[in-house]
Structures are given as C-alpha cells and as structure tokens.
C-alpha cells in the first residue's frame, strides 16, 4: 500500500530535519508532578500575556512628549496641556473599545511576572536546585529578574503621568549622584535637562524592542537547558539521581500546561477587570514643578527607594566635587543585595567544596544555613520594602516618620541576623524531629503499661517509602557531631540502646 501525502511529507521532513527522532526523544519527555514547578509556568504564560497584551497597546499609544491640549472623554482633563504620552493615555483608557481593560491586565500580569519571577528563584533556592550542571541556568533566570525590574520601570513611566515622572526624577538624582560621570548620564538618558523631550521615546523602544527581545531570548535557552538537564525531583521512592518519576510531555503534561495557561489568564483577566490598578487620570499630566503625594514605586522596586528614605543625607566634597552619598550609597547596594543572589550558587560550591552533580531536591530543613540566608535575605528586602513607605506608615499610623525611619534603619540590621539564627534553629529542630522519626516512630497516642510498672507510648513504625523520604540527604555537620556529613541511608537505623524504628519507650 502506497504512503500517503502526509506520510510522505513527515518522511521528507524526518529525513533532512531529523523530525521524527526528536519527537520521539523529547514529547515523551518525563516532567515530575509536584506543585511547586508551578511557579514558572505562571512566570512563561505571564510574559505570553505581557507580549500579547503589549501589542495591542502599542497600537494606540503615542510615545511623545510633545504637548498637546486635551479634548476627551475625560472632562476633568479637558483644555490641559498634556504631552501626546499621557493623551494617547488617557485615549486608551476612556475610548478605546477594551483598552482600560487591556492597560489594567498589562499591568497585572506585569506584576505577576515578577512575583512569579521572585518567588520561582526562591523555590530554587530553598531546593537547591541551582547546584551543578544548573549553575549557568540560574544565572539566566537571575538575569531574566533583574531585567524584569528596569523592564516594569520602563513600563510604567511611558503614560508620563505626575506619578511615573515623580519616579523619573527619582532616577535622575540617582543617576546624578554618580561621582564624576553622573551629569553626563544623566544629560545622555533624559537628551537634555530634565525631564527633557526624548526620555518617553527611549523608554518606549527599551521597553518594547530591545529588553522584551532579550528577556524572550533568554527564556528559549532557559527552557531549553531545562530540557537539556532533565527536571529535578523531589526525593523519594524510585526516584535517583539518574531518572525522572513523573508524567510524559505528551499528552499528559501538554494537557495540564494548556489548561494551567488558561487558568493563569483567567485569572489575571479577573484582577484587571475587578481591581483598578495605576488609575493615571487621577495623578494628571507630569509637570516638574509638582510631586505626587504618597507617590510608591510597583512593589518589586520599593526596596530600592527603601534604601534612600533610610540612608541618612551625607554629602562629602572633594578637590571642589560634592558627592552626595545618601544617594550614590543606596544605588551601589541596590544591585549588590540582587548580585549576591546571583552569584550564591558559586559561592556555596566554593565554600562547601561541593563539585557533584546533583538531580535530587533538597528539603529546606536539611540545609539550615542556605535556608537561613534565604529568609534573611527576604526579611530584609520586606524591611527596606516598608522604608520605601515610611511616609504611608507614618500617616496611616500616626507616628513620626523620623520614629519609622530610624525603626527601619535599625532593623535592617538586626531582623537579618535574628531572623538568619532563628531560621537555622527551627531547620535544625526539624531535622531532630525527623530523627525520632526514623529512630522511634510515629506516635500513637497509645498508652501502655509494662510489666514493671512503667508507662509508655506505642509509637507505630513509618513505611518504607516514608523512611527514604527523611533519611535520603546528607547528614548535616550540626548533627553528627564532629564528624564530616555523609550520606544518609534509608532503611532501619538503630539508636545506641540497640532499638529500631518504632520500638515503645
């Protein structure tokens, strides 16, 4: 029997593209189920949204600062001067057919996207999944954070709107602050004096040509290394370093990933619809001799204006030149608190000497001092987070905002530090916990008397696939004494009475 038109076609390609082999290497590719893997899908289907809804508004929107004189629908607005930006805005939002709704789902999801982005990185981290071969691949997805941050800057300053330009003269003192070139800096970015004619028109082709090309690029490679490495697992029974327990690509995953797309669009199409976000015609047209008030920067960035609120105003001058250190020293540790993430993969194989492959997750509990900085990282970003609004805390509690500011400063100090020693404490806690486990069982609220008079609790022995579970990891330093970590082997483990798992007493 002859082969048909598409038989042949599929032939065709197979034999010059390799087609056939790759499908059937890769759709039948293994994903494991656990909910946590999530959190970068919600990142992928959060940008798909970002693009698709960035192109419908590119469509209406007029990146310019020449001024115009407003006749909309908008009443309030009607014979101001305003420049084409925060018009074109103002269009979108009151006459367009769906164009609030599209604006509010763009920034939605953008909002998303990097929650989605922060919260992935951190599951990572926690897991230890960033460890060899993923050490490139972490630094792709630290890279796709970082330009997610100045890419969400980028956005909400184009409506040119009196909050976004309150946010664009908060970087020009910073880019001002830089000893020796930040004039020049600054007169390049704003093509003038600030705020200049031609600093929407830059933004507008950063924010919708070049970084989104990047961001795109890198998410190909990042997806394709996942591929390439094989997804990580959680341990457990049947699971090794060297296979993968879970669902095949097709037709399981595929289906749970289309409906999950929908589900995320679904929702972020709810928030845009239900929640106003970023409502421009209330904050009117930018003009520099205004300032928003309570003006708060999207939540991903409020660590960075954290840092200047608290910093106290030290100026210093030098052969003539003025440095203004309360500014310059907030925007030098800003990208160091996110470098040091970046490069934590590569400090942790250097200082532990780990040079393994490793495939199997980590619990957080076995690894106290890694989960320990995570949370004392994210405590202080959420300290500096609530610097960034000490005159909204002040306000809303009614206290003096030099009180929030001076609570602020010392806290970024000290939350760290208590929050790093009580996290490890809680880790280390855990592990004993998960010790008397293996050692004694589970109890059972079971009381029983023995012969001799003594009273007990019955402790009912764990399954096997339970036992692997909680002794296959290495032994951390903090439990075995002065013994090096070694390797944790499931099964019976006997304590030094000579009893097994789940004896009584």
């Given amino acids: 029997m002859s082969a048909g038109r598409g038989e042949r076609l599929a032939d065709w390609f197979d034999g010059r593209l390799g087609t056939h082999t790759l499908g059937r290497k890769y759709l039948r590719k293994v994903f494991p189920d656990h909910w946590s893997f999530l959190l970068g ?5 959060s940008f798909v949204v970002l693009v698709l809804t960035g192109v419908y508004l590119t469509l209406f929107f007029h990146p310019s600062m020449n001024e115009v004189t407003y006749q909309g629908s908008y009443t309030p607005l009607n014979g101001v001067r305003m420049s084409e930006a925060y018009a074109s805005t103002l269009d979108i939002s009151f006459d367009v057919r769906g164009g609030l709704l599209i604006r509010q789902l763009h920034h939605w999801a953008a909002l998303v996207f990097v929650a989605g982005m922060l919260t992935h990185m951190m599951r990572h981290f926690f897991t230890g999944s960033f460890r060899k071969p993923r050490e490139v691949n972490w630094l792709f997805g630290w890279l796709l954070l970082f330009l ?10 184009l409506p040119d709107d009196l909050l976004s330009g309150t946010g664009l003269r908060f970087v020009h003192g910073a880019l001002l602050s830089v000893p020796i070139v930040g004039t020049y800096l600054a007169m390049f970015l704003f093509g003038g004096e600030f705020p200049g004619d031609d600093i929407v028109a830059r933004f507008y082709s950063l924010h919708v040509l070049l970084i989104p090309g990047v961001m795109a690029a890198l998410i190909v490679v990042h997806v394709l290394l996942v591929v390439y490495h094989k997804h990580t697992q959680f341990a457990g029974p049947g699971r090794t370093e060297r296979n993968v327990v879970g669902a095949p690509f097709m037709p399981v995953y595929l289906a749970k990933a289309g409906g999950f797309f929908f589900l995320v669009f679904g929702v972020l199409a709810l928030m845009a619809a239900v929640a106003t976000i970023n409502p421009v015609w209330s904050y009117g047209p930018y003009r520099a001799d205004q300032v928003s008030t309570g003006a708060q920067p999207d939540w991903y960035l409020g660590f960075a204006e954290g840092l200047v609120r608290i910093m106290p105003g030290w100026e210093i001058t030098l052969w003539g030149h003025t440095l203004v250190l309360g500014v310059f020293i907030p925007i030098v540790v800003f990208p160091l608190l996110l470098l040091f993430i970046g490069v934590y993969p590569l400090l942790e194989a250097r200082f532990t000497g780990d040079r393994h492959e490793h495939h199997l997750l980590d619990r957080p509990r076995n690894r106290p001092v890694r989960t320990a900085i ?3 990282w994210i405590s202080l970003y959420l300290v500096l987070l609530a610097g960034g609004g000490n005159d909204i805390v002040a306000t ?9 500011t001076w609570a602020v400063r010392i806290a970024m100090f000290l939350v760290p530090a208590v929050v790093f020693v009580v996290t490890r404490r809680i880790c280390l806690g855990l592990q004993l916990r998960d010790r008397e486990l293996v050692l004694h069982g589970r109890e059972t609220g079971v009381i029983k008397r023995l012969p001799h008079g003594e009273y007990v609790e019955v402790h009912e022995p764990l399954d096997q696939a339970r036992l692997h579970t909680l002794t296959a990891h290495e032994r951390p330093g903090e439990l075995v004494g002065h013994d090096r970590p070694r390797r944790a082997v499931a099964g019976p483990v006997r304590n030094g009475r000579g009893r097994t798992p789940g004896g009584s007493g």
Avoid at 41 to 45: A, H, Q, R, T, V
């Fill in 148 to 157: 997610g941050l100045f890419e969400g800057l980028f956005g909400y300053s």
């Fill in 41 to 45: 899908e919600i990142c992928l289907y």
């Fill in 396 to 404: 809303r509690f009614h206290l003096s905002i030099n009180t929030v």
């Fill in 374 to 376: 995570g949370a004392a």
